[in-house]
């Protein structure tokens, strides 16, 4: 089994972040980021052609602009970098199965992929309406939607006055 992590591009998120900040004026210029992230200028070219790329850097130059260079970018940026580092540690022999069980449980809470309880009694939800039109005799409608089913059930009752 391969254990190394897995890179389809020669490119990281944050290469296309220190891209985003130099179009925005914030960043080091072209020169810096290409040794910093050893890559050449063909290697740019190619990287423009690359639609995952351009999209990333879209998105990093939209929350720059409509945010600034904010903690949280920051650190999102460093944690998708460490994700690497995490993934090494997981899959390294000599890491204890405490450290990785950790890891594991940190990498699925930041992905969003814990279990949500989606239970309706527990979370209070649900709705009644009830309209009262001044003793006149109108049939009641009753709406109760069933777990089970996306459409809701329709149960017409008579009123008794």
């Not at 070219?45 to 990333?56: E, P």
């Not at 527990?122 to 309406?129: A, C, L």
């Not at 009262?132 to 069933?146: C, F, M, R, S, Y």
């Amino acid at each position: 089994m391969d254990t190394l992590p897995l890179h389809h591009t020669k490119w990281s998120d944050r290469l296309a972040f220190d891209i985003a900040l130099m179009l925005e004026g914030s960043g080091e210029p072209l020169e810096e980021v290409q040794t910093r992230h050893n890559v050449t200028a063909d290697d740019i070219i190619d990287f423009n052609k690359d639609k995952v790329f351009l999209k990333k850097v879209e998105s990093y130059r939209n929350e720059i602009k409509e945010k600034g260079m904010t903690f949280k970018l920051k650190a999102r940026a460093q944690a998708e970098e460490l994700l690497t580092t995490s993934w090494t540690l997981i899959h390294s022999p000599e890491t204890s199965s405490a450290v990785k069980a950790d890891l594991i449980k940190s990498t699925v809470k930041w992905g969003g992929l814990e279990a949500k309880n989606t239970n309706m009694e527990e979370s209070g939800g649900g709705v009644k309406i009830t309209i009262n039109l001044g003793g006149q005799e109108h049939p009641t409608k009753v709406i109760n939607a069933d777990e089970s089913s996306d459409e809701p059930e329709l149960i017409e009752a008579e009123r008794a006055l």
